[in-house]
């Protein structure tokens, strides 16, 4: 069985998404990503994944994948049949690939991060002035498209669907994109999609009782 290391509501729930999607039974362990903490058993996580960092899949031959891009293309091809990715060879799987790194990059590593992880002492202007502009870009291409790549929903969208719900945390309302918080809405009608996130919150809430 596929094992997924995560920390609720952080990168990883892309990737929770994308299992529920693909129908995948997985086994979930919570990684406290400050703690570095493993808390089914209080083992050490960086002896999991020395980069300390969700997600982590564990593949049914106990190698380890780590990095969103990675672990979401796995995850869609471990059941093509669910159309989560655009087969190999296709254009659309570079495009996919495009939105997973301008995602994994200009909106998680380049806002969500700093603003989280930073202290805001004025540092963060920049990063804060530049993702408005960075937003115009998946705003603009989803306003006439109901989903990032082809007519069908894949782990771009998983991924997306969890960058946006962390940007209204982050202090950006995201009302100001109309496309995109139609398609914010439209992700969340999604069974998987609304029961992913309703775990999560859940654990989130619990960890913070
Ligand atoms: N490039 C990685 C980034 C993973 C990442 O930064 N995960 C965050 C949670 S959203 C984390 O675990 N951070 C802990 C740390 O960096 O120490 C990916 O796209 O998966």
Same mark, same amino acid.
């Given at each position: 069985m596929l094992q997924l290391y995560f920390f609720p509501m952080a990168c990883s729930l892309s990737s929770r998404i994308a299992l529920m999607e693909a129908g995948i039974e997985a086994q979930y362990h919570l990684a406290h /990503? +400050?703690?570095?903490? &493993?808390? =089914? #058993? @209080?083992? #050490?996580f960086l002896g999991v994944?020395?980069? @300390?960092?969700?997600?982590v899949l564990v593949l049914e031959n106990g190698e380890r994948l780590t990095e969103s891009a990675a672990v979401l293309q796995y995850i869609a091809d471990a059941k093509p049949e669910r159309g989560l990715a655009p087969r190999p060879g296709d254009v659309d799987r570079y495009r996919l690939q495009e939105w997973l790194s301008f995602i994994g990059?200009? /909106?998680?590593?380049?806002f969500l991060f700093p603003t989280f +992880?930073?202290? #805001? =002492?004025?540092?963060?202007a920049k990063p804060r002035g530049r993702i408005t502009q960075t937003l115009s870009v998946p705003s603009a291409h989803l306003a006439e498209r109901?989903?990032?790549?082809?007519d069908s929903f894949t782990v771009a969208d998983a991924h997306l669907t969890w960058a946006l719900l962390l940007l209204r945390p982050a202090? &950006? #309302? /995201?009302?100001?994109w109309p496309p995109l918080s139609a398609y914010l809405g439209r992700m969340q009608t999604r069974p998987a999609v609304r029961e992913a996130i309703a775990t999560e919150i859940a654990l989130r809430k619990a960890m913070a009782a």
């Open positions: /990503i +400050w703690t570095k903490q &493993v808390v =089914d #058993d @209080g083992s #050490d994944s020395p980069k @300390g960092a969700v997600p990059a200009e /909106i998680h590593k380049g +992880w930073y202290k #805001d =002492d004025g540092s963060l109901e989903f990032l790549v082809g202090g &950006v #309302d /995201i009302a100001q």
